[in-house]
Every structure is written in C-alpha cells, then in structure tokens.
C-alpha cells in the first residue's frame, strides 16, 4: 500500500499522549521509544513482507536485517525478536524452516535471540520480526534533529529494488544475485556503532521509500532542507545494467510521484535519479553528521569495516522544497 493511501486510511485514529513515550509515529521515526527509568527506554518495532529473492534462507536473513535495522537507526541495542510468518498451505516442506534458518543467524550476530513467534495462514508467504532493543533516554537517535551545516553520509549502496526485480525476472548472472543479497542481508550494527561513538545529529535506515522518499521525510521532521548530490550515489554491482524500464518496480514510480511535491530537480542523469527513488530492502543508514564530526564518522565506519560511506549531500535551511537534487 503506498504511503499516501495508508495515511488517509489513518487519519481518523488518535493515539493518546503517554507522558512515558519519547519517540513516536508523529515524526514518521524508525521505530517508537518509551522511557522505563531515567536511564533505560525501550526501543520496539516490528516489520515483514514476502521475498524478495528466491532462496529461502536469504530471504530469512534478509527479513530479519531488515527488521533489526529500526533499531539500529535509532541510536539502540537489539536484545529479543520474535517471528512474524504468514504461510500458504502449498508451501513445500522445509521452506518455513529455512526462512527461520536464515533468521535466526542474523539474530545470533545482533545478540538478540527469536524468542517466540506468530504464524497464520496466507495466499501469500510473508515474513519479519517484531524485535525490542534498548537505548539510553539522552542517546535516542532520530530522524527529527538534523541541523543545517551537516553532512550527509549513506552506508549501503543502492540499488535492490531494480536488482531485485532483475532477479524475480531471472535477468541476475549468479554473482549479481549473491552480491545483492549479501548487502541486503548485512547488519547495520556496525553502522550504528559508529555513529554512537562519534555522536550524530539524525538517522533513518533506508526502505521502500528510497533515499529521496526518506531525505524528504527528515528534512520534514527536522524543519531543514536536503541537498542530494548525484555524484556520489553509491551503487551496487549490476546497476548500471539492470536499471531499465524492465527492472523498475512500482515502487520507484510511486515514490517519484510522491516527490513531486517536495524535491525540486537541477541535477542528474537518468539513472542517477531513479536510483535515488529506487525502493531498498534493508538499505543503509542515512546519517546527518555535524561537518567538524564527518570525518571521525568516516573513519570509526572504516574501522568497523563499513566500505560504504560516502558524503551524499548536505543539511542547508528550510527552502520551498524539502530536497534539492543536485
């Protein structure tokens, strides 16, 4: 359902204050935070839907970093998961199995064990976590802080949503299907390190609304602009070959539809822009930096092993748009 559609839908619903919650849906944030004590909140989210590739494990590995992602982007520690399945009766033996396989994997590397889990009966496999994970009450991570004068840093390449299509096509070479999964199923644990020993501004993990969908939605929470530059999109291996009218989801030209209203376009080629509307599955992590802190980032990332970190952009004051790209 796109985004639009959802919000209408939701528009009736009021939730109460609760005087405990410090993180909310109201800023579009990652997941919600309630403080328990003074030095302890709870981070919690939940996330799931059907592959996205074909092989069954990677597909688990890929649901739960993608699940485990919300808490990272927001400053936490993953500590419990338990399983989201909606399962067809048709589905071969061993295929649920794999699925939790992959997940359980994953979790193992987070540090935060599958505890439990719900299943019901689907025409269509889905599958995620709900995980809770814990932060410190004054290191909270959103995506509503960012401050003009900042760098914008991007830890994933992109790409997924055009490789993924390719794949469901059966247009990837071997190589390109592994490397694509490899990326997608990759922590962002590592990332979240960084950015809490250096300390930033802002972050969001990038998903169905692309890079462009989620610069607009920080910029809107934190009353700034955007400016992307094109330039320096990171791209996954096969993208520049897969990017083709064949290999694009509906889901970029919804979330180019969506930016119509708030990015205004001066830059780019044809395949700079739909990458950076392309939807991602367990994207990277969309850091906003302080400029004298960008570069001890850059490097707590090299150290940690993060390959990906290249300056996409940067936080300038509030114009007519929420995203200028460059």
């Known amino acids: 359902m796109d985004k639009g559609r959802l919000e209408a839908l939701l528009a009736p619903v009021r939730v109460p204050h609760h005087p405990n919650v410090l993180v909310s849906s109201d800023t579009a944030d990652d997941a919600g935070v309630v403080r328990l004590t003074d030095d302890l909140a709870l981070v919690t989210t939940v996330d799931f839907f059907p592959p996205m590739v074909d092989d069954p494990t990677w597909f688990g590995r890929v649901g739960a970093a993608n699940s485990l992602s919300d808490v990272y982007a927001m400053g936490g520690t993953p500590v419990a998961a338990v399983c989201v399945y909606a399962l067809p009766d048709t589905l071969p033996d061993g295929v649920p199995a794999a699925i939790l396989q992959g997940a359980v994997e994953k979790c193992v590397e987070a540090g935060a064990p599958i505890v439990g889990g719900h299943t019901v009966r689907d025409t269509e496999i889905k599958f995620g976590l709900a995980v809770s994970g814990t932060v410190h009450p004054d290191k909270i991570v959103s995506n509503a802080n960012a401050q003009v004068g900042d760098v914008l840093i991007l830890t994933k390449p992109l790409g997924s949503g055009y490789l993924c299509t390719a794949l469901k096509g059966g247009r990837l070479s071997d190589e390109e299907e592994l490397h694509v999964m490899e990326v997608m199923a990759t922590l962002n644990k590592a990332g979240a390190e960084a950015m809490i020993e250096v300390g930033v501004n802002s972050a969001t993990d990038l998903t169905g609304f692309g890079l462009l969908g989620h610069a607009i939605g920080m910029a809107n929470a934190s009353g700034v602009s ?101």
């Open 226 to 326: 955007m400016r992307i530059d094109t330039a320096n999109l990171p791209l996954m291996e096969g993208v520049e070959r897969h990017a083709t009218p064949q290999n694009t989801s509906g889901g970029l030209n919804k979330n180019m539809d969506y930016a119509k209203d708030h990015v205004v376009w001066t830059g780019g080629n044809e395949l700079q822009r739909g990458v950076i509307a392309d939807p991602q599955t367990s994207g990277g992590l969309f850091i906003s930096v302080a400029a004298d802190r960008a570069d001890a980032l850059i490097a707590a990332l090299d150290a940690r092993g993060v390959g990906c970190h290249p300056v996409v952009g940067e936080v300038v004051a509030q114009g007519d748009k929420a995203v200028e790209v460059v």
